[in-house]
Nanobody, 122 residues
Framework: QVQLVESGGGLVQAGGSLRLSCAAA????????MGWFRQVPGKEREFVAA????????AYADSVKGRFTISRDNAKNTVYLQMSSLKPEDTAVYYC???????????????WGQGTQVTVSS
């Protein structure tokens, strides 16, 4: 089992940057695919980025490609989401997720954090 705790959210102006962190506890972190999703009220949870346990594969939603970077430090059991050139439409609750299947679907992930709010003002 994996427990996930996100941090780093907050309020930022458009064009600014934030780095989200997700600290994981659990023996299976190293072999888990890690993903970031986001959700706004009234909409489905949306894939943002994923990174395979081997660090060799990453994937991004088209809406964030070139602006966001996902990375992980297996020694620290932590995954990061560096967000740059933020836009008001990036405003959402951001969730960290862990699973054994590398993919973009929320159903591919078994464990979820509690979420951290990111608000981008125009």
């Amino acid at each position: 089992q994996v427990q996930l705790v996100e941090s780093g959210g907050g309020l930022v102006q458009a064009g600014g940057s934030l780095r989200l962190s997700c600290a994981a506890a659990g023996r299976t972190f190293v072999t888990s695919t890690m993903g970031w999703f986001r959700q706004v009220p009234g909409k489905e949870r949306e894939f943002v980025a994923a990174i395979a346990w081997s660090l060799r594969s990453t994937a991004y939603a088209d809406s964030v490609k070139g602006r966001f970077t996902i990375s992980r430090d297996n020694a620290k059991n932590t995954v990061y989401l560096q967000m740059s050139s933020l836009k008001p439409e990036d405003t959402a609750v951001y969730y960290c997720a862990a699973g054994q299947v590398y993919g973009r679907s929320a159903s591919s992930y078994d464990y979820w954090g509690q979420g951290t709010q990111v608000t981008v003002s125009s």
